[in-house]
């Protein structure tokens, strides 16, 4: 049972951690097209500011958790801040169905898999898939062949000394 | 006894972890956004040609076809009120595409654009233009049309900005005419106008 738990969490981390790498390379190379995807949500008004460096946070955010990720570094860390980000996202994707605004998502670039054109439920319910991907790592940890395992190996019992009870 | 809990399976360095992570993401983003910089809106200062509703452009070409096959009955009055000179209604438009020839821009979706598009239009979108990718289609614009032809950029009106993004790719380049129809593609669909 353990086994199957630590192959699922090291499955899920390198998985999660390839797709955010993916996404955020799309997002890097045409910054452009991200800033048009996050202007056409109308959440910042005329703050630009914060268009621009949502536009360049995002992508570096995905980058570094999803590195991180597949390194098996920082799993639980890595975890939380997408978790974190993908929250925010689908808030704003929900935002937007709520106000219906016609936008696409920019989350892929041009590669919008498994949902294409203008958002929908279909992207809540693949955020939602991502949520639960990230929340496990965030609650469990990244399994086993990352480095985490490597720096915070638990010592054996064997290794421990018992304190003194004088 | 019990075992020291593990640093790895603790929240509190998790939660640190994250925000040392976001902490970092943002210096990074930062630092990219002060190198690679974006466009939020078109500077249409630099829209010299299109100052007024419909301007004629002196030596413009006028396509041989736009005045053929069109109704008495959609065409619209020589001025159409309603827009700014960048920022036209639909009836402006209409004048642009009958009395000037105007090219059209579709910048909606490939799949909308070869479903129907406005007669004429060539489908060119924002993220085509940032990526290079339109290279070649706006070298054919500059070639055919030169950078002082009418051009109308639209895509489905009402919260669409896409055909924005266009235009305000386009400015840079030296497109200086150029105007963003309001209304979209249903609109002029719905009006009878032409489309293929």
Same mark, same amino acid.
């Given at each position: ?8 969490? $090291?499955?899920?981390?390198? #998985? ?33 500011? $914060? ?5 360049? #946070? ?91 395992? $490597? ?16 | ?45 630099? &829209? ?106 639209? *895509?489905?009106?009402?919260? *669409?900005?896409?055909?924005? &993004? ?10 200086? &005419? ?11 669909? &719905? ?6």
């Amino acid at each position: 049972m353990r086994a199957i738990e630590t192959g699922l969490l $090291l499955l899920v981390r390198v #998985v999660l951690g390839v797709l955010f790498i993916f996404a955020a390379w799309m997002k890097l190379k045409n910054p452009q097209a991200f800033a048009d995807s996050v202007l056409a949500f109308k959440i910042f008004g005329r703050a630009d500011h $914060l268009v621009v460096l949502t536009t360049f #946070v995002v992508p570096w955010l995905e980058v570094i958790c999803g590195a991180l990720l597949v390194l098996g570094l920082w799993s639980r860390a890595a975890g939380i801040a997408l978790g974190a980000q993908l929250l925010i996202f689908t808030g704003g994707i929900i935002s937007v169905l709520v106000r219906k605004l016609d936008v696409t998502c920019g989350c892929f670039g041009e590669y919008e898999w498994p949902c294409t054109g203008a958002v929908s439920m279909c992207h809540v319910g693949r955020n939602a898939v991502l949520l639960l991907a990230a929340g496990l790592l965030a609650w469990r940890g990244g399994g086993v062949a990352g480095l985490d395992g $490597l720096l915070w190996r638990r010592p054996s019992r064997g290794a421990i000394p018992e304190p003194s009870r004088s | 006894m019990s075992l020291a809990p593990n640093r790895a399976t603790r929240l509190g360095p998790a939660l640190a972890g994250a925000l040392a992570l976001l902490g970092a993401a943002v210096i990074a983003g930062a630092a990219h956004s002060w190198v690679v910089p974006v466009t939020l809106r078109p500077d249409w200062s630099k &829209n010299s040609a299109a100052r007024g509703p419909g301007r004629q452009e002196s030596g413009s070409q006028i396509r041989p076809d736009a005045q053929a096959g069109i109704p008495d009955q959609v065409a619209a009055p020589p001025s159409a009120p309603g827009d700014d000179g960048q920022y036209i209604d639909l009836a402006t438009a209409r004048r642009l595409f009958v009395d000037e020839g105007a090219l059209f821009l579709d910048a909606r979706s490939k799949e909308e654009y070869d479903k129907a598009h406005i007669a004429g239009a060539v489908h060119l979108s924002a993220e085509m233009v940032s990526s290079g990718r339109a290279a070649g289609v706006v070298a054919d614009l500059v070639a055919s049309y030169g950078y002082d032809f009418p051009i109308v950029i639209y *895509c489905h009106g009402g919260d *669409c900005d896409a055909s924005d &993004n266009v235009a305000k790719l386009l400015l840079p380049m030296g497109f200086h &005419n150029l105007r963003v129809m309001t209304a979209g593609f249903a609109d002029w669909q &719905n009006a009878g106008y032409e489309v293929e």
